[in-house]
């Protein structure tokens, strides 16, 4: 089935533990985002990289980390867990890097930090 | 940088209705304008977009509409069924943004049989 697929898809963890998500898409997308979706529902861009170059990086604490091993993978460390990283995280992937290029969300990661 | 606002946050018709959801821009070099429509728990999925070349453009009962005078661009969907329901955001992104999509804040949309 091609689609963009994460793991894992819940992930509860204790305050000041580090933990990764990963992302994968076999749609031959050569850009992938992370989003971060709050409480509130609001979607907002983290990071994008375009054959597995940073294009883009929000206002994210350094304790993000994306790393993309090729283009179809991006994954995302988050180090030092605080409260407020309880969110669910999309990743995301689209053909080109142009602003009119669909964007194709995965299922999204729900991260609870307790 | 681009701000877009969504109206209204909660939107609740009666099935058959027809839903209007507005989104007003900012940034006058905005071209693509996305619509995602979100159910509860799932992911946030493409249902229509619109480049700032087009006025309006359908697909089957739903329709999106841009001002590019005014920075805003609307969703209708007519015929509501109660599958309709769920939250919808709209985005904007200009050309070099390298595809920073930015998004409302959401409508939720009811549609009560």
């Known amino acids: 089935d091609t689609a963009v697929s994460q793991t894992p898809k819940y992930l509860v963890t204790q305050m000041g533990n580090d933990k990764s998500i990963k992302c994968e898409q076999n749609?031959?997308?050569?850009?992938m985002y992370w989003y971060k979706q709050d409480s509130k529902k609001f979607l907002k861009i983290m990071f994008s990289?375009?054959?597995?170059?940073?294009?883009i990086n929000e206002t994210v604490p350094n304790r993000f980390s994306p790393k993309s091993p090729d283009k179809a993978h991006l994954n995302l460390h988050i180090n030092s867990l605080e409260l407020g990283d309880s969110a669910v995280y999309f990743c995301?992937?689209?053909?080109?890097?142009?602003?009119?290029?669909?964007?194709?969300f995965g299922p999204g990661t729900r991260l609870t930090v307790l | 940088g681009e701000n877009v606002e969504q109206h209204p946050s909660t939107l609740s018709v009666q099935e058959g209705d027809s839903a209007v959801i507005k989104c007003t821009y900012s940034?006058?070099?905005?071209?693509?304008f996305p619509w995602y429509k979100q159910e509860l728990g799932k992911r946030p999925q493409l249902i229509i977009d619109?480049?700032?070349?087009?006025g309006e453009k359908k697909d089957q009962r739903i329709a999106v509409t841009l001002n590019k005078t005014a920075k805003h661009f609307s969703l209708h969907i007519t015929e509501t069924q109660p599958e309709d329901s769920a939250v919808y955001f709209c985005?904007?992104?200009?050309?070099?943004?390298?595809?920073?999509?930015?998004f409302g804040k959401g409508t939720k949309l009811s549609v009560k049989p």
């Open positions: 995301a992937s689209s053909y080109g890097q142009g602003a009119t290029d669909t964007q194709y």
């Open positions: 749609l031959g997308h050569d850009t």
């Open positions: 990289y375009n054959n597995k170059e940073l294009i």
């Open positions: 940034d006058s070099a905005s071209n693509y």
């Open positions: 619109i480049r700032s070349n087009v």
């Open positions: 985005a904007a992104s200009k050309r070099g943004s390298q595809g920073n999509l930015i």
